[in-house]
């Protein structure tokens, strides 16, 4: 049986780098854990338990600033908490932040509910809440990546405010989001449909690479949907086997899903928005991440030169400075 650790019951900044399964791992090609870095599950009321990875602060914020708020980072499909602890995990770390990459259910080493698939906006997004919650003393930083962007977007709007800030069926409160690459508020119907006009064979390589899967077994095609052309051949070889062993069961039910967007608008107007795309993305177009941008009335960010998967890709850094600009905005 698995350890299930609760993170409020650990000393501040003790959390020890081991990994606390003493069962076989649920996949086959294992994630191992980089200096500093702790796998931990946090039990949901389902009784189900979520992989989280956790990496503290290594140094001091300005006295002057006060803590830094606390990173929590959603993935998205064929993903799970491995693709932050890679680069950004470290590097946010690094720069004064505790940081807490979850492994929605069904993926990576995260229970699997009953079902065909590991479930919705909202019982994803009341997860994400129910672990910020019951482990963090200050309102957080969301950081969601593609799917993971969507569901954020949908934590938003079911989100604390001034008004009905006890009511206990809505979200505990967020010093701000960053949606990267995200799917926008409308689903990724849209991206389909422009592709299938404007870009019929691209619009054929996405189908094929994300829907029947085929980017588990063509290098040239998970570099192209996932990653830069520059990316080295032995670097997603490695994230294509991840990638493989991610997702258990699909994230989301599409057409469900689909059914219940756009997602509404969000109550609290005093919550910082980053939307923050890439100019190769393969999947999220330029008019997905303009449609983000305009949603939450805010400009969206566009980097050159970086692929879909913005926390692998060989620019990484890329992106994890502008994000790290903007953290550093917020305690002004």
Known sequence: MAIVLSIQ???KMTLNPIAVLNEPRKTRVPYELKQGQSRVFHQLPSGLNMEVIVQKSVKEKNPDSGKGPPLVF??????????WAEHWLPFFSNSGFDCFALSLLGQGESDTPSGTVAGSLQTHAGDVADFIERNLSLPPVL???SFGGLIIQYYLANMR?????????LYPKL???????????SGNSGLVWRYLFSKPIAAFKVTRSLAAKAFQTSLSLCRETFFSATMEDNLVLRYQEL???????PLFDLRKLNESLPVPKMTD????I????????????AEGLNETGRFYNVKPICIEGVAHDMMLDCSWGEGANVILSWLNGLNR
């Open 175 to 185: 010093t701000g989001a960053a949606l990267i690459c995200s799917v926008p508020p």
């Open 161 to 169: 405010n001034e008004l009905h800030y006890e009511m206990q069926n």
């Open 9 to 11: 019951h650990l000393p």
């Open 143 to 145: 950081l969601g990546h």
């Open 74 to 83: 959603v993935h998205g499909s064929y993903h799970s908490a491995w693709c």
């Open 274 to 285: 980053l939307v923050l795309g890439a100019k190769d993305d393969f999947i999220v177009d």
């Open 269 to 272: 107007c005093s919550t910082e």
């Open 243 to 249: 990638m493989k062993e991610s997702s258990r069961v």
